[in-house]
């Protein structure tokens, strides 16, 4: 079964611009979670898509926005980025239909706002 | 609000060291509690977990124990080798309607041979 994917792996982008990154579920789950990943702030849950709907989101501003799709596909958008927004981003998917169930990580997609 | 407060590294052992890495919570409900790995250049990968007061997680010869009076998720682990250096991050869930994941600083080790 093959894991969670996010691409690009690497992003360089400069003040201003937008970026969207993409990350595929394992096959099955319904339930995809962003998170940032940064030295200062460590792990920040972003948002949770499930089944299409945004089920939960922190404490970011409306730069960040994200969506699924049918497939459970997830995408998030960073709009007028700055230079704070370089991080990792990492995605993680579930079944999603109860609780609790096990999430598991992509590899992320390292951004970088020069 | 909903937290994990877990021992800053970086943490730096011998091989067949004693491993413990502290880490407190608070919580609005009843919260899942879950430690994961980082290896460099990957994502996180959940090392063990448990879901209820005195469940001990357990997996690769990591303990932990969930316990509710003094809110502590400690990892324990009776012996590291080499291939245990890496990122350790305590995080919780707190249980019903939602996937969300609160995660600590985490916690840096490195085991020299």
């Known amino acids: 079964k093959a894991g969670v994917t996010q691409t690009p792996r690497y992003l360089i982008k400069t003040r201003g611009q937008q970026v969207t990154l993409s990350c595929s579920p394992i096959s099955g789950h319904r339930s995809v979670s962003w998170y940032q990943q940064t030295p200062g702030q460590g792990l920040q849950f972003l948002f949770e898509y499930f089944s299409e709907t945004q089920r939960n989101k922190g404490n970011f501003p409306g730069r960040f926005s994200g969506r699924q799709f049918s497939n459970s596909r997830s995408e998030m958008n960073v709009s007028t980025l700055e230079l704070g927004d370089s991080a990792l981003y990492l995605c993680a998917s579930s079944l999603g239909a109860t609780s609790y169930n096990e999430q598991f990580f992509g590899p992320g997609t390292r951004l970088t706002v020069l | 609000g909903n937290s994990v407060t877990q021992m800053e590294g970086p943490v730096t052992l011998s091989e067949e060291a004693f491993l413990t890495i502290n880490c407190t919570y608070t919580a609005t409900g009843y919260p899942s509690l879950f430690w994961y790995v980082q290896y460099p250049g990957e994502g996180l990968q959940l090392l063990l977990k448990?879901?209820?007061?005195?469940d001990k997680g357990s997996n690769k010869g990591f303990e932990a124990t969930y316990r509710k009076e003094t809110t502590s998720f400690h990892l324990e682990k009776g012996s590291v080798q080499v291939s245990d250096s890496a990122v350790y991050f305590c995080a919780l869930s707190i249980q019903g309607g939602s996937e969300k994941l609160v995660f600590g600083k985490g916690t840096k080790l490195t085991v020299n041979p």
């Open positions: 448990a879901t209820k007061a005195d």
